[in-house]
């Protein structure tokens, strides 16, 4: 049983526009991190959210924390060809957790 | 080198064979940790070493599936008669292991294994 769902599953934008993906769960999380991953690669780290309602920006990337800890979005604006891989994101239910749940991910391809 | 390294690359198998992945973490990172990703979906847990015990070894699938960290540093996974289930990317990621819970784990590029 996955406890993080991502949606949408793809994602196809024109370079320029914005784009938000979501991950959402039924199971409060101490804490939710963002990876991406580009082919034949591993999973990289964007980004850790531990508050409920956390508001993160890394550049053109906005990541929230829900108030529950139950769900996260991770926005971008004016999306870049550069920005095209898959996004996942991870959390752990207790703070002592080493392990992490992964959600199946989001397929973000940006286009010229 | 810098990061988390995973030999081989690729590994091609038949079916009911035995292979060994190996995966080298970041030097000085205690904890150390095994993912399947299969196609089309996140990571998978798998194990998790402290030092060179396996603190959690909840997500091994079966029986098949054992891995070993003998000096605390180098693991190898070892899945003794493959099946063609077993195709999928295995990842491996290290972190300090300083700071409890929720460390940020650095992946390596995993290892593709097939089984014909």
């Known amino acids: 049983t996955q406890l993080l769902k991502q949606s949408p599953q793809f994602l196809s934008i024109q370079e320029g526009e914005n784009l938000t993906v979501y991950c959402n769960s039924s199971s409060v999380f101490s804490s939710l991190q963002w990876y991406r991953q580009e082919p034949g690669e591993g999973p990289v780290l964007l980004v850790t959210v531990v508050t409920g309602g956390e508001v993160k920006k890394l550049k053109r990337l906005t990541f929230q924390f829900g108030d529950a800890r139950k769900d996260s979005s991770l926005h971008i604006t004016a999306a870049q060809t550069g920005d095209t891989g898959l996004y996942l994101c991870a959390g752990a239910v207790n703070s002592n957790d080493y392990k992490l749940s992964f959600g199946a991910g989001t397929t973000v391809t940006v286009r010229a | 080198g810098a990061g988390v390294s995973q030999t081989p690359s690729n590994k091609v198998t038949e079916k009911g064979k035995y292979v060994e992945l190996r995966c080298d973490p970041i030097?000085?990172?205690?904890?150390l940790y095994w993912y399947r990703q299969s196609l089309g979906q996140g990571p998978e847990f798998l194990i998790y070493?402290?030092?060179?015990?396996?603190?959690?070894d909840s997500g091994l699938p079966n029986d098949r599936f054992f891995a070993v960290r003998p000096e605390g540093s180098v693991s190898t996974l070892k899945i003794q008669r493959t099946e063609r289930g077993d195709s999928a990317v295995y990842l491996c990621?290290?972190?300090?292991?300083?700071?409890?819970?929720?460390?940020?784990?650095?992946f390596g590029p995993g290892t593709r294994l097939l089984v014909l």
């Open positions: 070493f402290q030092g060179t015990g396996a603190a959690d």
């Open positions: 030097s000085g990172h205690t904890a």
């Open positions: 990621a290290s972190s300090s292991g300083l700071a409890g819970g929720g460390e940020t784990q650095y």
